[in-house]
């Protein structure tokens, strides 16, 4: 499967952005999908994920209550809705799919090319 991020840009603190993580290539609805996060000079993280039918949902803890992870099969979408956002929210954002819900990186077999979220101070 083919995963295709966008949505992000430069926002001031406190604004919202939403991601979008458009797949295609095979059935989407068979895959879990995560967000993952780099921040400049450090390790990619978890951010949330979400199970095929959408039902079940996980946050890191930094997010949690903030952001808002959808989907829609229909459209083979993915979205990664942000809130409330920080300046240590910066960072570039990564979609991945893969076999079942999971907050390490090789659970997934699938990456989009990842997208930069800036949120100015």
């Known amino acids: 499967v083919q995963l295709q991020a966008s949505g992000g840009g430069l926002v001031q603190a406190g604004g919202s952005l939403r991601l979008s993580c458009a797949a295609s290539?095979?059935?989407?609805?068979?895959?879990?999908v995560g967000w993952f996060r780099q921040a400049p000079g450090k390790d990619r993280t978890f951010v949330a994920d979400?199970?095929?039918?959408?039902?079940?949902?996980y946050y890191a803890d930094s997010v949690k209550g903030r952001f808002t992870i959808s989907r829609d099969n229909a459209k083979s979408t993915v979205y990664l809705q942000m809130n409330s956002l920080k300046s240590e929210d910066t960072a570039v954002y990564y979609c991945?799919?893969?076999?079942?819900?999971?907050?390490?990186?090789?659970?997934?077999?699938?990456w989009g090319q990842g997208t930069q979220v800036t949120v100015s101070s």
């Open positions: 991945a799919a893969g076999t079942g819900l999971s907050a390490l990186e090789y659970r997934y077999n699938y």
């Open positions: 290539g095979r059935t989407f609805s068979n895959y879990a």
């Open positions: 979400i199970s095929r039918s959408g039902g079940t949902t």
